[in-house]
């Protein structure tokens, strides 16, 4: 082809095709008249003593022989420009602020926390508390809130209720199916669920003399043990469980020499009045109770004195806990000579009216309605007849003076009933309001609560996620922009020694031999800032060109 229209890359090419390696300078001499570019000389001194081209046409190119392929190693950089936006600046110091602030926020949310464990009595409180960081916008970032374990509450436990009065013992737990069928299980789980529909089926008092501790007689010649059977049922979801307890009480227990007489655990005149007084009324009745037993078995004919007696106190059909028909009653007594008498009947109101032997009915009576109404606030259900929640009724059962009066009297100087020692009117403007409300049973939790991270370990966290966001967006941003100036700017790739050669010396011969192409017109090649491939790759870097 003709030596005019041969280009660097071809002249190159054809030289190494030809098996020629200078070690020297090459130089290569286009020259219309002749048929091929050929090699002039391999050394410096060569070109500097060389024929003159034949004509004004022809001119030379120097080359220093480099190998064509380079196998070493080899480290490349880009070339840039500056973008030709003057709003480019600003969109990157604005935007990368406002980006920098946004990322932060997001990754704080997100990398900010641990997860601490701590227990608590409330973990319905505990799971309600939402930081900011658990806000509907960072739903996305699969953000862990604290949660809290569930209790298994095995039959045969022992608990208390939120109000932490009397002690329960888990019986039996059943679920019944849609289909009727009841399920027997063996614990009941359980997360701070609110007691329901809890009631009292039964309470029962066995008074009992010989077979008590020395200790306790010393006390009370006659003693009284109450316990209740109560069913409750909670609300695990669409499902109900429901379970038996059983509960007790007794004045003067077996620890009572060590000063401790049968109480609630925890007493609050000021937010739980309501069983602040059920607790004064428990133990004044109780201690009414075991009085009035010794006094009528004292006064009892030989033939008859009691040796123990079991009292049985059911729910019935009437609703005023002020009648005396409250309680379907039973009893079983036996007697110092042996002789043992059950009977279902007849009724207290008869009873009472016609001083049936032994004549404890009142008093037995206003204790089991006493212990059934502690009862029913300490499992926090306020519907129905109580007397804790009904200031008349309150008023009429702490009337002590029809306690004290009677013929043998309850207190002794080492054994005081209480803390209530006046009536209800009397002491209603020192204490807190009447009232039952929900009750829980109480347990300790384990929860996993989010914590703050220390502050040097959240720094480099929120940096560490922050730098990544930022060269993401940056990368974005550059991509973007540069494929907009692509579609719009054809000197998009040029170098700034490209541009500033085109406007002031206009297009060098070795550039114009770059840029033509097989036939001769213009190719306009762009300069790659990425590397090139191995077939771009010059084999011959230029030395500035001679003409001659």
């Known amino acids: 082809m003709p030596a005019a229209k041969l280009g660097l890359i071809d002249a190159a090419a054809e030289l190494s095709e030809g098996g020629q390696n200078f070690t020297g300078i090459t130089v290569i001499r286009f020259d219309p008249g002749h048929n091929a570019a050929q090699p002039q000389s391999s050394s410096r001194s060569s070109?500097?003593?060389?024929?003159?081209?034949?004509?004004?046409?022809?001119?030379?190119?120097?080359?220093?022989?480099?190998?064509?392929k380079m196998y070493s190693p080899q480290f490349t950089y880009s070339l840039s420009r500056p973008y030709p936006y003057k709003w480019f600046p600003w969109v990157v110091f604005i935007g990368g602020i406002a980006a920098l602030t946004l990322f932060s926020v997001v990754n704080f949310a997100a990398n900010g926390y641990d997860l601490g464990a701590q227990y608590t009595t409330d973990p319905n409180s505990t799971e309600a508390q939402k930081s900011w960081t658990e806000a509907p916008i960072f739903s996305l970032l699969n953000r862990v809130g604290p949660s809290c374990q569930t209790q298994n509450i095995a039959v045969n436990t022992e608990f208390y209720t939120s109000k932490l009065s009397l002690p329960y013992t888990l019986t039996d737990i059943w679920r019944e199916s849609a289909d009727g069928s009841l399920a027997v299980l063996p614990s009941l789980a359980y997360k701070n669920n609110t007691l329901e529909n809890c009631s009292v089926s039964l309470v029962q008092l066995d008074l009992e003399s010989g077979q008590r501790t020395a200790m306790?007689?010393?006390?009370?010649?006659?003693?009284?043990?109450?316990?209740?059977l109560a069913t409750c049922s909670v609300s695990n979801g669409a499902e109900s469980t429901s379970f038996n307890l059983t509960t007790g009480y007794e004045f003067v227990g077996t620890l009572t020499g060590t000063g401790q007489t049968g109480g609630f655990l925890q007493l609050n005149n000021q937010t739980r009045s309501s069983l602040w007084w059920g607790q004064s009324l428990l133990s004044w009745y109780w201690l009414n109770l075991v009085s009035t037993t010794a006094y009528i078995n004292a006064v009892a004919p030989d033939s008859q004195p009691l040796y123990q007696a079991t009292l049985t106190f059911q729910s019935s059909n009437v609703s005023n806990i002020n009648s005396l028909d409250f309680f379907n009653v039973g009893w079983h007594f036996l007697l110092s000579d042996g002789e043992f008498i059950l009977t279902n009947g007849p009724n207290l109101t008869t009873a009472v009216a016609s001083n049936q032997w032994p004549n404890i009915w009142v008093q037995a009576d206003a204790f089991a309605k006493v212990f059934y109404s502690a009862i029913l606030a300490d499992l926090g259900q306020g519907n129905g007849s109580n007397i804790l929640s009904n200031p008349a009724l309150l008023q009429n059962y702490t009337n002590f003076n029809n306690i004290t009066n009677n013929a043998t009297g309850v207190e002794t100087p080492w054994l005081q009933a209480g803390p209530a020692r006046s009536s209800y009117d009397d002491l209603a403007s020192s204490l807190g309001p009447l009232g039952i409300t929900p009750s829980t049973i109480y347990a300790q939790y384990f929860c996993q609560i989010p914590e703050i991270k220390a502050g040097g370990t959240l720094f480099v966290t929120i940096l560490v996620a922050d730098l990544v966001f930022v060269q993401a967006l940056w990368q974005i941003l550059k991509w973007t922009t540069s494929?907009?100036?692509?579609?719009?700017?054809?000197?998009?790739?040029?170098?700034?020694g490209c541009l500033e050669t085109d406007a002031k010396e206009g297009i060098s011969d070795v550039v114009a031999a770059r840029l033509l192409d097989e036939n001769g017109e213009a190719r306009w090649p762009r300069y790659k800032t990425m590397r090139h491939s191995e077939e771009e790759v010059e084999p011959f870097a230029p030395l500035p060109v001679a003409r001659i």
């Open 483 to 496: 494929a907009w100036l692509e579609r719009h700017d054809e000197q998009m790739n040029y170098c700034p």
């Open 47 to 68: 070109l500097q003593n060389g024929t003159p081209c034949p004509s004004l046409a022809c001119f030379d190119l120097v080359l220093r022989n480099v190998p064509r």
């Open 216 to 228: 306790q007689q010393g006390y009370t010649l006659w003693g009284a043990k109450a316990t209740a």
